[in-house]
């Protein structure tokens, strides 16, 4: 590819919206272009690196003999209806209506499409294990797109369906799909961690993130340094941080805490460390007898884990934060001195893990400006209807393998496989006959990609104050062959040009820059895109006999001879 036939528009500002490294690049490197909110055009240079990523998928995809095909964007709500997922999914879900007023929508995913295949085209024991796949465009309704091609609403995505014959089948299967995925990120040359994670939407029973690491990444991955442990906060195990509860040590007292409404502010008041004090949080739940307003304790230094507090007994059908007048009625007092002593009307209370070892704790006295000191369990009130794990893990908690202690990093999910089952066969009625003849429902995996998430995701990991830094494998171009005096020197075109076909002849993907630009301009556009490797041909060099080479990762530069520079190049992109 030569630089003067290619469409290539760099941009000095950023636009105002761009809160992401990966959005401002993008878009400065002329791979993007906002055409609405959440919502891109793929230029030319962009498309490129996209589809480098879909070209390893689906090496990885058909090595491990999935079968591509490709289904439809949009979707009849009849099979959403089916699922039960027309109404389970929320307004993410984009529901439209064709000139017959009959219901589709622009598929977020495809189990219900998929399954509808398998149930009218797989009949026998036969037939099975099978793994369909294909690369498409989805669409989610962001409430609020942002971060660029990282949250926007329109999307690829490459979506994988196993079906298997039993339990067992499925979770091999499973595993194919997990190691396919370890490849494929390995291929991509990505610093990356695979994570135990929470079903979420998609629901099943087991279910792996696969994250990139970046400081900007919106999730918390939990992990053991000295084991394989690794997990999304969401699932992470929050152990109780107390061996057993010690005996009361001091008397209940009803202690004057003005103006003190916040655990932090309690624990100053009072001279005590913030891991002596109870955070009250107040849930609600309705059903045909009513509300229930539920009271989850955790210690005054830890956060509630929504997750985990959806799936206890009781809240797993959903559930809400009370309302001020829930509070109110069962409290019998406003927000900010909520505690589990002398409730104004019963409630269920559940304590975290680490709370229900805890004695002489700090708690509100469920009347303004005042706290409870020196509660205990038993003796000042009932034993917890219910003990959970309800926090977040925190940085330096004990390791599962209760040898070390856990790190926290950042990360983007970019990948998510899942075991689900009987799930969706179950609801589409998906069966096969067995070697009896009889009919059982197969079992299900679902494996996702985001492939232009893998694009941002990417840049986030990888980029300096000078813009890209490209893992070779993702590079729009993999070498660039820079001339300085282009229509000045006939040498030097000449010595470009050889080394450019060289390089194309060995199976580099390269550009050569013949627009004949300034050094300074050319250079720096070249760094913000973030070719991997620049080979720099200019009159003073060839007088020496050299050209110039520059790893754009290292930033390091070497001259090396002309006639050595096709070999040199080639290693410097290896190392690259």
Request: charged share 25%.
């Amino acid at each position: 590819m030569r630089a003067s036939r290619y469409h290539l528009n760099t941009l000095k500002e950023a636009p105002s919206d761009a809160e992401v490294a990966s959005h401002r690049l993008m878009t400065r490197a002329g791979m993007i272009r906002k055409l609405a909110g959440g919502i891109y055009t793929y230029m030319p240079l962009g498309l490129r690196v996209i589809r480098k990523v879909e070209a390893i998928v689906r090496e990885e995809m058909n090595a491990a003999g999935a079968l591509e095909l490709l289904m439809p964007v949009v979707q009849p709500a009849e099979l959403w209806r089916e699922s039960g997922r027309w109404e389970q999914y929320g307004a993410e879900l984009l529901r439209i209506k064709d000139r017959h007023e009959r219901d589709f929508v622009l598929q977020p995913t495809s189990e219900e499409v998929i399954t509808d295949i398998a149930r009218n085209e797989l009949h026998s024991w036969r037939q099975l294990p099978v793994n369909f796949y294909h690369i498409q465009t989805k669409f989610r309704d962001e409430r609020r797109p942002r971060f660029g091609v990282m949250r926007g609403r329109e999307f690829t995505m490459k979506d994988a369906y196993s079906f298997d014959r039993d339990e067992a089948g499925a979770q091999r299967s499973y595993d194919a799909m997990y190691a396919a995925y370890l490849r494929i990120f390995e291929r991509l040359g990505l610093q990356f961690r695979a994570v135990a994670a929470d079903t979420g939407s998609i629901g099943g029973d087991r279910s792996h993130e696969f994250q990139v690491i970046a400081e900007t990444g919106e999730d918390l991955i939990v992990y053991d340094p000295d084991s394989s442990y690794a997990a999304n906060i969401e699932l992470a195990e929050a152990p109780a941080l107390l061996a057993e509860r010690a005996a009361p040590g001091e008397p209940l007292a009803k202690t004057p805490t003005p103006g003190a409404a916040k655990c932090q502010a309690v624990a100053e008041l009072l001279g005590l460390p913030l891991s002596r004090t109870l955070k009250s949080l107040v849930l609600a739940t309705e059903d045909e007898a009513g509300v229930q307003v539920w009271l989850l304790l955790l210690r005054g230094d830890h956060e509630l884990n929504e997750i985990k507090a959806g799936k206890l007994p009781g809240l797993k059908q959903g559930w809400r934060f009370a309302t001020e007048a829930e509070i109110v009625e069962h409290f019998g007092c406003q927000p900010g001195y909520l505690g589990p002593i002398g409730t104004a009307r019963p409630v269920r209370v559940v304590a975290d893990l680490t709370v229900a070892r805890m004695s002489d704790f700090v708690c509100g006295a469920n009347e303004a400006g005042f706290h409870y000191t020196g509660a205990n369990w038993g003796r000042d009130l009932p034993e917890p209807e219910l003990v959970a794990d309800l926090r977040n893990v925190v940085e330096g908690d004990p390791a599962p393998s209760g040898k070390g202690r856990l790190a926290i990093q950042r990360g983007i999910e970019v990948g998510h496989v899942f075991y689900l089952g009987t799930k969706y066969s179950e609801a589409l009625k998906a069966t096969y006959l067995d070697e009896t003849g009889k009919p059982a429902l197969m079992q299900m995996g679902c494996y996702g990609i985001g492939i232009t998430r893998i694009v941002g995701a990417a840049i986030e990991q990888n980029h300096d104050e000078r813009g890209i830094i490209w893992p070779a494998a993702l590079a729009p171009f993999q070498v660039v062959v820079c001339p300085v005096g282009w229509s000045k020197s006939a040498t030097v075109r000449d010595t470009a040009e050889r080394l450019y076909e060289a390089l194309l002849a060995r199976g580099v993907d390269a550009i050569l820059d013949d627009r004949d630009q300034r050094p300074g301009v050319m250079f720096a556009e070249w760094e913000l895109i973030g070719v991997p490797v620049r080979v720099t041909v200019g009159e003073r060099g060839l007088a020496e006999g050299v050209v110039e080479l520059l790893t754009r990762r290292q930033g390091e530069t070497a001259k090396v001879p002309v006639d050595e520079a096709l070999e040199q190049t080639l290693a410097c992109l290896a190392r690259a």
